[in-house]
């Protein structure tokens, strides 16, 4: 149950887009489409922003968009505002009944 | 408005036990999977444990398997993580999530494990 690798830490200006990476293998990434994102401020309970790999729920606003390619999910926050700037997860299904999130990415709005 | 309240947290010694639980409001749990999910203070998000909705089917992270239990209680619309033979390592939040998409989380309950 290794952790999916996501950078430590990217960062952008208000206005701009960024993505954040979350690379797996064919045993979790890859072979399943069951990866949702999180979005954590500090001191806070994390909070869905993206399932089954682009599915965005209600009330989360449409500048966060997810995809997938291969082994690699990816979360795009467009439109950078001050209030994105916050902690960032991937997850996904590993297999036999297994889960493992990534190691998390700190977004700082520059 | 759809809630879930975890509770038991504490400090406790290595080798001790502890019961959380997390109460669910707003929905009923008795139609989803629930998770357990745990956060060391300063690291990242680590899974825990998962139950199917009519308590059938558990499975649990490597690093808990033999000393943690997973239940719930559907008519209380609880869910429940036994804690046994704590460790040091075990120090962290524990927060519950509803369904695989873990959504939505509690506000998580915070275990320390210290002599």
Redesign the interface.
Known sequence: ?S?LTQPPSASGSPGQSVTISCTGTTSDVGGYN?V?W?Q?HPGK????MI??VSKR?SGVPDRFSGSKSGNTASLTVSGLQAEDEA?Y?C?S?AGS????????TKLTVL | EVQLVESGGGLVQPGGSLRLSCAASGFTISSYWM?W?RQAPGK????VS?IKNDGS?T?Y??SVKGRFTISRDNAKNTLYLQMNSLRVEDTAVY?CANS?????????TLVTVSS
């Open positions: 149950q952790a069951y949702s999180y954590q309970a994390p909070k869905l399932c089954e729920p902690d997860y997850f299904y009944d297994n889960w493992v999130f990534g190691g998390g | 998770h999910v990242g998000l680590v899974w998962r089917v499975t992270a490597d927060y695989d998409w873990l959504d939505p989380w509690g506000q998580g």
